[in-house]
Antibody
Framework: EVHLLESGGGLVRSGGSLRLSCAAS????????ISWVRQAPGKGLEWVSAISGGGESPYYADSVKGRFTISRDNSKNTVYLQMNILRAEDTAIYYCAKDAAQWLVRFYFDYWGQGTLVTVSS | DLQMTQSPSSLSASVGDRVTITCRAS??????LAWYQQKPGKVPKLLIY???TLQSGVPSRFSGSGSGTDFTLTISSLQPEDVASYYCQKYNSAPITFGQGTRLEIK
């Protein structure tokens, strides 16, 4: 069974940093890209970042480019999102999501974690 | 950047009704369009990808159509468990964009 578990969320002051983790199980981890998608309270979905299965290709939304860094440790089946220079508008639930296509980066998602809440106070 | 515009933003329909949600892309995205359902307090669930391909396990009352810039999600006979927000998503290339969502309620 596919399982994605996010951790690392919390309360941080504007300008601060957090590192989110997404621990995966139940599938061949290196074969799939993983994305981070966020949802501000009461709002819609916003794609944040993605990384290919091998970790060689990162992708970012313009809103986080230069502030967030995605990485993965395939020996630990874990994807990370390092978030720096956090702003109030980064407040959201952050979900990690598994790409639906094997060995490709297709950017649509068949499994989602339960999310971790990041709150940035101004 | 490419924009995805969903309509309506909310709708109310009766059990058994046929419900249609539309999504328009500001540029041609071929068939690189997915639909998700998010029930209150739950994580999003993939319903349809490649504009019209039903994800495994999704009830057949859900269907998708369209290509290029105009897409449609249809629920053929609305059920109480379909109360949710629905999002379209384009995925032809990064950056990925979601529509703003459609909140569906039972009348």
């Amino acid at each position: 069974e596919v399982h994605l578990l996010e951790s690392g969320g919390g309360l941080v002051r504007s300008g601060g940093s957090l590192r989110l983790s997404c621990a995966a199980s139940g599938f061949t981890f290196t074969a799939y890209a993983i994305s981070w998608v966020r949802q501000a309270p009461g709002k819609g979905l916003e794609w944040v970042s993605a990384i290919s299965g091998g970790g060689e290709s990162p992708y970012y939304a313009d809103s986080v480019k230069g502030r967030f860094t995605i990485s993965r440790d395939n020996s630990k089946n874990t994807v990370y999102l390092q978030m720096n220079i956090l702003r109030a508008e980064d407040t959201a639930i952050y979900y990690c999501a598994k790409d639906a296509a094997q060995w490709l980066v297709r950017f649509y998602f068949d499994y989602w974690g339960q999310g971790t809440l990041v709150t940035v106070s101004s | 950047d490419l924009q995805m515009t969903q309509s309506p933003s909310s709708l109310s329909a009766s059990v058994g009704d046929r419900v249609t949600i539309t999504c328009r892309a500001s540029q041609d995205i071929s068939n690189s369009l997915a639909w998700y359902q998010q029930k209150p307090g739950k994580v999003p669930k993939l319903l349809i990808y490649a504009a019209s391909t039903l994800q495994s396990g999704v009830p057949s009352r859900f269907s998708g159509s369209g290509s290029g810039t105009d897409f449609t999600l249809t629920i053929s006979s609305l059920q109480p468990e379909d109360v949710a927000s629905y999002y379209c998503q384009k995925y032809n290339s990064a950056p990925i964009t979601f529509g703003q969502g459609t909140r569906l309620e039972i009348k």
